[in-house]
Structures are given as C-alpha cells and as structure tokens.
C-alpha cells in the first residue's frame, strides 16, 4: 500500500474521528500536524493544486472568519496561501495523502473506499 499521511490538527474533532478509522481499520500512516510539525509553502502549493484553493481555504472557520472584511472579500490564490501558510487553522482538515492521489475532509464511507481492497 502506498504511504499514507494525514494532515491536521491533533486536537480537531475531525481529525481524532479520522486517526480512530484509520487505526480501526488497520491502516498505517502517519500523522502531520501543522502546529507541531510546521507546514511548508511548497506542500501548501502542490496541495492545492491537487484540491483547489477554494476548497482547502476553511472558510466556516473562526480563524477565517476574524479576519478584516477586506481580507475576506478579496481573496485570491495567493492571499489564500499566505493565509494559510500564516495560520494553518485555516487549512480544511483533515487532508489525506495516499501515494499521489488527496482527499480532503473525513467520512467514513469515504475512506472506505479510497481504502478498499
């Protein structure tokens, strides 16, 4: 099976719900955390040239959602990475690498069947 990384923050729901199937589901993988591990610029380019700015710019989020008007109406490819390369709360969790294919967000019928065998 390919190498597998899943992106996020450890203490996001989300995440936790993600790492819980993942190990259920005996899938090894490892685990990136943006605050713990740092995220480069280049990831955050290749990423979303995979899943598009607009879908892994969180927009719902708190951090997103306290930036000045301005900030939020005029964002762009580049003001998106930056964005999220300031502050990685910002990036849609989790984000899940498997050899080269990305998906973004968790459901278990979805990991089912990027998973199934």
């Known amino acids: 099976m390919a190498n597998i990384t899943l992106y996020g923050i450890k203490n996001c729901d989300t995440i936790k719900k993600a790492k819980k199937w993942l190990e259920s589901n005996n899938i090894e993988y490892t685990f990136h955390d943006y605050r713990v591990d740092g995220i480069e610029k280049q990831w955050l380019i290749d990423t979303e040239k995979q899943l598009g700015w607009e879908q892994l710019l969180n927009k719902r989020g708190t951090t ?3 930036l000045p008007d ?11 990475i ?7 709360a910002m990036i849609k969790r989790p984000v899940l690498i498997s050899g080269d294919n990305y998906h973004l967000g968790f459901k278990p019928d979805q990991y089912a069947e990027i998973f199934q065998s």
């Open 70 to 80: 301005d900030a939020k109406d005029n964002v762009n490819l580049g003001s998106a």
């Open 64 to 66: 997103f959602r306290q």
């Open 82 to 88: 930056d964005l999220m390369l300031e502050q990685p």
